[in-house]
């Protein structure tokens, strides 16, 4: 893993680099924002009107009437109400669209560049701010519950941390009022139904009575018409009214003591109490608290108004309570003075019915009764009214609320998210993953050769040598030191022996170290690491040849450089190779036999007229001192490809392998060695057709470009095998560089 890593170490420094510089780059387009957050307990609490314990009762919770408190928090009636509260409609800061500095300078300067894209903010009405506000506030509102309890969890999140406390607290403030509003709404519709049910009472309980009256004054089931009956009937009367006029006397005064006792004031009175002085001073009080809201959500730094309004109230509550206590204390004197009617005539009723000496017949006595005990039930039934209205009362002046805010919001101290470094440092590291897990893919994808064990395995033959670029030669150079540096090899003119055939033109003479320095570099550089893998090619030509000749010390030396695509590396090794033979005293013919990438054609020999494929044309009538070039440096004989005029063509007879041959066999005659560069065995033929000329092959391939399988299926294609195939070269990488590559830190 290790090596892995070095040998892509760069790919893996530029995703770090990348996912580095985007990550700073989305962070300062990124919308800097905070997120406030209160926690409110919910106490959910039901209205049990009947029962005999306490008017609110508790009630536990389950998860599905949590979840709609939940929904509660979000609706849009009570953000509406939120949004009113705080007038964030008008609040410049909550309605401006998140941006940043970077984010408003791309877009102005889209805006330049482009102003037909240029927006326009679009004029709204103050009802479409407000219903803008309402939805912004939604979306960046969040409700959560912590797990199973009852705490419900509200956070916002803002431009600027003060905005997001200030929001939050409102919306957690508004809830709790919403549903303290609504049983304070409860518990006045409970009142006024017990007063309508009381009032209800009274009615029965006085057509009882006055059913009564009826029963006790003639008819066929009257009392007898003597002296004593009508006494009797008269206390009975007497008695009756002095009982209903207590029971309305007692109801007033428990009512009003109720009022009084709730310590509500003027708010507290009910439409259904008859008193003209307290409901003229109900709707005033009313109408001032309207005007004191009005004033302070128009002006609320006018302390003036607000105070004079503030002292209307006061007055006009104080005006109130003196009327409620007014009517209470007669209330209860009324109630006192029918206390002592009812003692009275229950005595004359007593002596009047001792009297009467049970004139009264049994059947009216009995019905009597009856009516006397349903009017006890009424009265019952009033006073426990009464009771409950006077419990309902008073927990509506002060109820206990159905949540409660457990945690305040402050402005946060920190922005949301991460810092930079910290989103830095996890940029690194994904970078750095990513890296690896790429550089792991390049690896395992990658099939191209970086190793000679690679190249050795798909080409079946040893790996002679390496073929570093200039620059590594170069560096190479350096190391070793200005004193082990060689001077400069001069190399002697070979004297010409005119008994041979092969004269070239005076014309085609060229100096290879001017012409093309690059395919010099074995006799410039004879100690570089480049030499000395050219050879052991060499090495390995001769014994091949000492192999194949035996006794014939004149074997002709003919070896090709193949590649399976193309490669300029092949060519320049093919070239320095026989300039290494013709420097050591051999006849030596370098031919460019690559009819697709005329590399050295181009490189040595530009002005060509004539070449191999003029050569070998069945018409030709080139003699072969026309052909050839002559490096008076090396010795060295180059045969072109063919002619470099643009206007020249090819016959397509030169393509016949048996004159290729024939030519070759030819050539072998006259020189002692002859080095081919041949075309890419993917795009041409020849290394498999020129298999029994061809003394042996050297497979070139380029570090990091030649793939492993097309080597193998090339050459098995052609059928080049060891010992046919002399070995392999390594074009494209010094030692260090492969030793940096193959091993680790």
């Known amino acids: 893993m290790r090596r892995l890593l070095r040998r892509h170490r760069l790919f893996i420094a530029i995703v770090c680099a990348i996912c580095i510089a985007a990550t700073v780059v989305l962070d300062r387009l990124t919308p800097t924002v905070y997120s406030a957050s209160t926690r409110i307990l919910l106490d959910e609490q039901a209205i049990n009107p009947f029962g005999r314990d306490e008017i609110f009762s508790d009630l536990s919770l389950s998860n599905p009437a949590v979840e709609s408190q939940m929904q509660v928090m979000r609706s849009p009636y009570l953000l509406s109400r939120a949004v009113d509260r705080l007038e ?53 509102l969040r409700v959560t519950r912590n797990a199973q309890t009852l705490v419900i969890r509200l956070q916002y999140t803002a431009s600027s941390p003060e905005l997001a406390a200030e929001i939050v607290n409102a919306v957690a403030q508004t809830y709790i009022d919403n549903r303290l509003g609504v049983r304070q709404e409860t518990a006045q ?235 830095g440092i996890l940029a690194f590291l994904i970078g750095l993953s990513l890296g690896a897990g790429g550089a792991f893919l390049r690896e395992t994808m990658d099939g191209s050769i970086r190793t000679t064990s690679q190249l050795s395995k798909s080409a079946r033959a040893p790996v002679l040598g390496l073929l570093p670029p200039a620059t590594s030669r170069v560096d190479e150079e350096k190391e070793k030191g200005e004193q082990r540096r060689l001077p400069a090899i001069s190399v002697p003119k070979r004297r010409v022996n005119y008994t041979h055939e092969v004269i070239a033109l005076p014309e085609n003479r060229v100096s290879l170290t001017k012409t093309a320095p690059q395919i010099y570099a074995t006799i410039s550089a004879p100690l570089s690491a480049y030499s000395e893998s050219i050879r052991r090619v060499n090495v390995e030509a001769d014994n091949m040849r000492s192999l194949v000749a035996g006794d014939r010390a004149l074997y002709p030396k003919c070896i090709g450089f193949i590649s399976d695509r193309p490669s300029q590396g092949r060519s320049v090794a093919a070239a320095n190779y026989a300039e290494m033979l013709a420097v050591g005293g051999g006849r030596t013919l370098l031919i460019d036999m690559d009819w697709t990438g005329l590399y050295l054609t181009e490189c040595i020999s530009p002005a060509a007229h004539f070449g191999l494929a003029e050569l070998t044309a069945a018409t030709s009538s080139i003699e072969s001192n026309e052909a050839f070039w002559y490096d008076e440096r090396t010795s060295l004989y180059f045969m072109p490809n063919r002619s470099m005029d643009k206007e020249a063509t090819i016959d397509p007879g030169v393509f016949d392998q048996a004159r290729l041959k024939s030519l070759l066999h030819a050539l072998t005659a006259k020189f002692d060695n002859v080095v081919l560069d041949i075309s890419p065995m993917a795009h041409s033929s020849d290394a498999a057709g020129f298999s029994d000329v061809v003394l042996g092959y050297v497979a070139v391939a380029d570090w990091g470009n030649t793939r492993s399988d097309s080597l193998a299926k090339e050459l098995r294609r052609a059928a080049i095998f060891p010992p046919k195939l002399l070995g392999t070269l390594l074009n494209g990488v010094s030692q260090r560089e492969l030793d940096e590559y193959e091993t680790a830190v």
């Open 189 to 423: 519709r409970a009142a006024e139904w017990f007063d309508a049910r009381m009032a209800e009472l009274n009615v029965r309980a006085l057509e009882v009575e006055q059913r009564m009256e009826r029963m006790s004054g003639g008819g066929g089931d009257a009392l007898d018409a003597s002296e004593t009956a009508a006494s009797l009937q008269r206390a009975r009367q007497e008695l009756q009214n002095a009982l209903a006029e207590r029971a309305r006397a007692q109801t007033d005064a428990l009512r009003l003591r109720a009022l009084v006792e709730s310590g509500r004031g003027l708010r507290g009175v009910p439409s259904t109490l008859e008193s003209d002085a307290l409901q003229t001073l109900t709707e005033e009080a009313n109408e001032v608290r309207a005007e004191l809201a009005l004033a302070l959500q128009a002006s609320p730094t006018d302390s003036a108004e607000v105070a004079s309004l503030t002292d209307r109230i006061e007055s006009l509550e104080s005006a109130g309570a003196a009327v409620l206590n007014g009517l209470l204390q007669d209330a209860e004197a009324r109630a006192t003075e029918t206390e002592t009617n009812v003692q009275t005539a229950q005595a004359l009723f007593d002596e009047a019915r001792d009297s009467s000496g049970g004139s009264v017949t049994n059947a009216i006595d009995v019905e009597l009764r009856s009516l006397e005990g349903e009017a006890r039930i009424y009265r019952e039934l009033n006073e426990r009214y009464l009771q409950s209205y006077l419990e309902v009362v008073q927990q509506q002046s002060f109820p206990s609320t159905e949540a409660t805010i457990i945690e305040t919001a402050l402005p946060p101290e920190y922005p949301d998210g991460a810092s930079l470094r910290e989103l």
């Open 88 to 140: 964030l409609g008008e609040n410049e800061e909550f309605m401006a669209p998140a941006t940043t500095e970077i984010g408003e300078s791309i877009r102005r300067l889209r805006d330049r560049v482009f102003p037909m894209f240029a927006e326009e903010p679009p004029e709204t009405t103050p009802a479409e701010r407000f219903q803008m506000a309402v939805e912004k506030l939604g979306d960046n």
